[in-house]
């Protein structure tokens, strides 16, 4: 298994370019300048201005801009993301207008295939994770990201991804780790030392893709700025890829 491998946006549709050789050969694939870099400020400068509407998690020690299944089923508040699907996404659809749906088609460039919503859950969103907050300070958590994947996804393999933009970079750090080892049904995973492991240093307007049966973590950041990225991940349905946040 390599490392991270790098690509430009205009190679991903070019016929020499396969996602999942690539993805199957790497810890990671970092997709440069999808997002244009004045698209990228405008959105992180609406987040910030949208603060009262951000949902707080783990006792706010960081955010979601939309919700994000995973603080809701660790927070026992499950009812509650179904309940609010509608509107989180007309909030994220009216601060970030096209957001959602330019996540989703860069998903189906990449993965050849239709890209749509998982239907009743909620769409691509924002992470904020504060400067100088435990994120900052420690890492986030070492997790795989199948808490949104049903006992049938699970126990068939189903293909997933997460696919993550970054928005606004923090002043140093925060770069997304990367393991060399998949998910075996551990919930609360541990890197050994002996495992190789990438790091995907983002710039901002890139995307990065994973393995959702990958482990990770993001790694501590220091300076004053927020980090804000946002967040898709994506399972194969027999009709296409069912994306949700
Ligand atoms: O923001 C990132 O780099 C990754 C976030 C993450 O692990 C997730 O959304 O599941
Ligand atoms: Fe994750």
Excluded at 42 to 53: C, F, G, I, P, Q
Excluded at 76 to 84: E, K, M, Q, T
Excluded at 211 to 234: C, K, L, N, W
């Amino acid at each position: 298994m390599n490392g991270m491998l790098e690509v430009n946006a205009s190679q991903i549709e070019g016929p020499r370019f396969s996602f999942f050789d690539a993805i199957g050969q790497h810890l990671a694939v970092l997709v440069k300048g999808v997002l244009p870099p004045e698209k990228c400020q405008l959105w992180s400068h609406s987040v910030t201005n949208a603060r009262e509407d951000w949902t707080p998690n783990f006792g706010g020690v960081q955010f979601t801009f939309g919700r994000a299944w995973y603080t809701h089923l660790e927070e026992d508040r499950s009812d509650l993301y179904f309940a609010r699907a509608a509107s989180s996404d007309a909030l994220v659809e009216a601060t970030l207008p096209g957001m959602q749906q330019s996540m989703r088609d860069f998903g189906a460039r990449l993965l050849r295939f239709a890209v749509m919503p998982r239907a009743s859950w909620c769409g691509p969103g924002v992470h904020i994770f504060p400067s100088g907050g435990l994120v900052a300070k420690s890492g986030g958590e070492v997790h795989f990201d199948t808490e949104g994947l049903e006992n049938e996804h699970l126990g068939e393999r189903r293909p997933a991804f997460t696919i993550v933009a970054m928005l606004q970079k923090p002043a140093s750090g925060g770069e997304l780790r990367v393991w060399d080892r998949l998910f075996d049904g551990e919930l609360f995973p541990k890197p050994a030392s002996s495992l190789a492991m990438a790091e995907v240093h983002y710039q901002v307007g890139s995307i990065a893709v994973i393995d959702s049966y990958r482990m990770h973590q993001i790694a501590p950041f220091a300076g004053e700025i927020d980090r804000i990225s946002i967040t898709m991940h994506v399972v194969l349905e027999a009709d296409g890829w069912h994306a949700w946040f």
